[in-house]
């Protein structure tokens, strides 16, 4: 395995940085007193401002791997990227690199028809809409995807679709044009093929926005997290993704993609926390020593260090394999970093935290809040233990025959 930065890559990575630096850094208190200023669930002004600047630059659709629609880059060659935008919150959109968009458009792209392309994945690579993944319900437990139990019934050439959702990021934003559903279609199927996936357009009759979902008291306005009530809202057939019965196949392909970019970013945020963290330990005296000098705070500069470098290292494994061999095959590789990565950067963010005192816990520094968004990450795409799980059968699966492993399901 090679992780040097290619020429191409790393001119990215300076064009990137160059405009973080530039523009999105200063612009993080704008975007704050915009939201505070104004209606909260309307786009922001800097946000379309940022937006112009990087796709005048040509820094967009940077994310789709090995696509023409994108810039060709891999999944490993895609991670410092990603990195760099996610150390900041506002940092991945004006790329349009934002999830859950990015992962809705490859979607799109590796299961839409040309029609479905035409009308949502266009308009969706132009940054001209956003979108949402309605997949988590509150009345099952969704950490398995099989449970889902909103329903979708072919009526003719429509879908009848009733069912909740929440958690369905981005909902509640106006610029927000389209779902995708995944909804039960044969409860008599075998369990891996009962669901399908179908494009649910915002505005269609009986879709009800019933509140934003908070994080730790944060809202994440104009973005947001919705519980979403479908009411006999009526699709046309067509609207499904790859055909009746897919949507599992299509969650695990989403899935792959996503979770690589969620960990991607996570070490982009630890990195500013340690930054942060050294920066307030030589900044700051008590007791008539830099807080650098006192208690085990030097360790955990440390501790901090080692374990950013590990958690890249294992993304980029993992990156490294989904290029090589596919998302199958790298699954484990992709759950490990999947657990690795929002840990170690919760563990960065509460030191930064605690060497920052009172002021680590207020709204005068971004601590805080990337500590609600790094928690949250370690449910949103799948809970620590189902990842475990996947990596623990995978290496006692080296050690039996397959007849065993079968027996013991």
């Not at 309307?42 to 629609?69: C, D, H, R, V, Y």
């Not at 949250?376 to 699966?397: Q, S, Y």
Request: aromatic residues 8%; contains cysteine; glycine residues 8%.
């Amino acid at each position: 395995m090679d992780f040097a930065y290619s020429p191409k890559v790393q001119e990215l990575r300076e064009r990137v940085t160059a405009f973080m630096e530039t523009h999105v850094y200063p612009a993080e208190a704008v975007f704050e007193r915009q939201v505070a200023e104004g209606d909260r669930w309307q786009p922001t002004a800097i946000m379309e401002e940022l937006k112009a600047k990087a796709k005048a630059e040509g820094l967009w659709n940077l994310f789709l791997p090995e696509s023409e629609l994108g810039a060709g880059l891999s999944n490993t060659e895609y991670a410092p990227l990603a990195e760099i935008m996610g150390s900041s919150l506002i940092g991945p959109e004006p790329f349009n690199c934002a999830a859950p968009d990015t992962g809705n458009m490859e979607v799109l792209v590796r299961y839409g028809s040309e029609a479905q392309k035409q009308q949502w994945l266009v308009p969706l690579l132009s940054g001209e809409i956003r979108s949402a993944f309605a997949m988590t319900e509150p009345g099952v437990a969704s950490s398995d995807a099989t449970n889902m139990e909103a329903s979708a019934v072919r009526q003719g050439d429509e879908w009848l679709i009733n069912g909740r959702k929440w958690w369905t990021s981005g909902a509640c934003d106006p610029r927000c044009k389209v779902m995708i559903f995944m909804g039960l279609t044969d409860p008599d199927a075998p369990r891996h093929q009962q669901h399908s996936m179908i494009l649910v357009p915002m505005d269609a009759p009986g879709v009800k926005v019933l509140r934003p979902l908070p994080v730790f008291g944060y809202d994440d306005a104009p973005h947001g997290h919705a519980e979403v009530l479908f009411d006999n809202v009526r699709v046309p057939y067509e609207n499904v993704l790859l055909g009746e019965g897919r949507g599992f196949e299509i969650a695990q392909g989403r899935l792959g993609p996503g979770r690589i970019h969620h960990c991607m970013r996570s070490i982009g945020m630890a990195e500013r926390a340690l930054k942060l963290m050294c920066e307030r330990a030589i900044g700051r005296s008590a007791f008539g020593k830099p807080l650098a000098r006192l208690g085990g705070n030097i360790d955990h500069i440390a501790d901090s260090r080692m374990e950013i470098n590990m958690a890249r290292l294992l993304t980029l494994n993992a990156a490294y394999m989904m290029d090589t061999v596919g998302n199958k095959i790298a699954a484990s590789e992709i759950a490990q970093i999947k657990v690795v990565a929002p840990n170690v950067a919760l563990r960065v963010i509460d030191r930064a935290i605690q060497i920052h005192g009172g002021a680590g816990v207020s709204n005068d520094f971004p601590l805080a809040y990337w500590y609600a968004m790094q928690r949250t990450l370690r449910l949103a795409d799948g809970p620590d233990e189902v990842h475990r799980a996947a990596v623990g059968k995978f290496e006692i699966g080296k050690y039996m025959s397959r007849e065993a492993m079968k027996a013991s399901r």
